[in-house]
């Protein structure tokens, strides 16, 4: 069975602090990895996902499979992070998402 | 283009009745998927239809149906609702070159359900 666990409900750090939201899975098959991304009053969209190994808006993610994790990442927080991250695992028929981490970054 | 549209905005229902919701594609994509949300949690997916076929499903009871038309609009109906029917259902839409599962999603505003 695929299963996505996001630990942090919620995350709040300061401007400029590093940030890292954990996203651990359990899928026995080859792995998708996806962040996605809902920020007030928008829709949910594609942050990144691992195959591309790109940065976008400077956040990253690097898959291990030995740990099973696909954690996002961003050496200095800004206030516009602030918003709700999904991470989401696909790989067979279906994609499936975690619950989410809010993401609050303070002035 | 507009994005994936979704219709209505919001919904009220009753228990036990039955309810349809609609969703328009990004032009040129092929694939509609649907996806439940209920607060608090990640959106859970339901169906995958593409070229008109079902190419996924969910663990969903057979009260949930869809289907895609040939300009790729696509429905999704529910039966006999459950007060546990009460959430923001997602349609996503993509190119639909493989599974709902490895193609980007490109969502829409959702429809908010509620049942009384």
């Known amino acids: 069975a695929q299963r996505v666990t996001q630990p942090e409900k919620l995350l709040s750090v300061f401007k400029g602090a590093p940030v890292e939201l954990k996203c651990n899975y359990s899928y026995s098959g080859s792995p998708e990895l996806f962040w996605y991304v809902q920020y007030s009053r928008q829709r949910l969209q594609l942050l990144l996902r691992h195959i591309s190994r790109e940065s976008i808006k400077g956040f990253t993610a690097d898959l291990n499979k030995g740990e099973t994790s696909f954690h996002l990442k961003k050496p200095f927080a800004q206030e516009e992070d602030s918003a709700m991250y999904y991470c989401?695992?696909?790989?067979?028929?279906?994609?499936?998402f975690g619950k989410g981490t809010k993401l609050t970054v303070n002035p | 283009d507009a994005g994936v549209t979704q219709s209505p905005t919001h919904l009220i229902k009753t228990r036990g009745q039955q309810v349809t919701l609609r969703c328009s594609p990004i032009s040129g994509h092929k694939s509609v998927s649907w996806y439940q949300q209920v607060l608090g949690q990640g959106p859970q997916f339901i169906f995958q239809?593409?070229?008109?076929?079902?190419?996924g499903r969910g663990n969903f009871p057979d009260r949930f149906s869809a289907r895609q038309f040939p300009n790729y609009s696509s429905e999704l109906n529910v039966n006999a609702l459950l007060l546990g029917d009460s959430a923001l259902y997602l349609c996503a839409s993509s190119p639909g070159r493989t599974t709902a599962s490895t193609d980007t999603q490109y969502f829409g505003p959702g429809t908010r359900l509620t049942v009384l």
């Open positions: 989401a695992l696909g790989g067979s028929e279906k994609l499936v």
């Open positions: 239809y593409y070229e008109k076929e079902e190419r």
